[in-house]
């Protein structure tokens, strides 16, 4: 049997479809989060869609910075909301593979 990566967090852009969104209520169904991570405030709504523990920080490359280092003390995928690409796994590489804009 080969072994399962799964990743330490994720990105979702902030202005997702509906569409988008059920695509990724549907993938996170196999990998559940952690917690969800804002770097703004209107984002909030959509981040209780995925999750009730949501933090916010300053900055997206806080945001990934964070979400790694939860995910790596906890051993569970964070989602991170932000200027991102529509749903981006990010694997052990850490925060400074995702493009932080």
Not at 8 to 16: F, I, L, M, P, R
Not at 18 to 25: Q, Y
Not at 62 to 82: C, D, H, K, Y
Request: hydrophobic share 35%; with cysteine; aromatic share 8%.
């Amino acid at each position: 049997m080969e072994d399962f990566q799964v990743p330490s967090y994720y990105t979702v852009k902030s202005d997702v479809t509906e569409e988008e969104l059920s695509s990724i209520l549907h993938a996170l169904e196999i990998t559940p989060i952690l917690a969800v991570i804002i770097t703004d405030n209107h984002d909030l709504e959509l981040a209780q869609k995925f999750g009730k523990e949501v933090l916010r920080t300053n900055t997206f490359k806080e945001a990934t910075e964070t979400a790694f280092e939860l995910s790596t003390r906890m051993g569970q995928p964070v989602l991170v909301i932000g200027n991102s690409a529509t749903f981006q796994p990010c694997y052990s590489e850490g925060p400074d593979w995702v493009e932080t804009r």
